[in-house]
């Protein structure tokens, strides 16, 4: 018998919702990111290919790196921040595989509550 991994499961399934979701300028794509110590967000534009605006725990506004919710939360409302700095104000979440809980959940909250609509 096989062994099936975690993150081979979390990449099938991040394929599955990007065959729906896909970011253009009038409306990009917010993706998230963990690792085991980093948070890591992007507002994409898929037609173009490029990036937007972007916020990491590996940014100076940081002083102490970590992956848990506070700093999700952090990342969330400072991406916001400079997506509406960039005047972004509406986008479509992609939430890269992970399930709606917890970090995830805790940066779109922040980042909705920051002024984006999603």
Known sequence: ?????RKSI???IHKR??????GT???PRLAVHFSNQ??????IDDV????LVAASTMD????????????AQKVGKLLAERAQG?????VVFDRGGHLYHGKVKALADAAREAGLQF
């Open 1 to 5: 018998m096989s062994i099936i991994k």
């Open 10 to 12: 979390r990449q099938r």
């Open 17 to 22: 919702i990007r065959r729906k979701v896909s």
């Open 25 to 27: 300028a009038e409306r």
């Open 38 to 43: 980093h948070i890591t967000a992007q507002v």
């Open 48 to 51: 173009e290919g490029r990036t």
């Open 60 to 71: 100076k506004e940081f002083e102490k790196a970590s992956s848990n919710i506070e700093s």
């Open 86 to 90: 960039s005047k972004i104000s509406v």
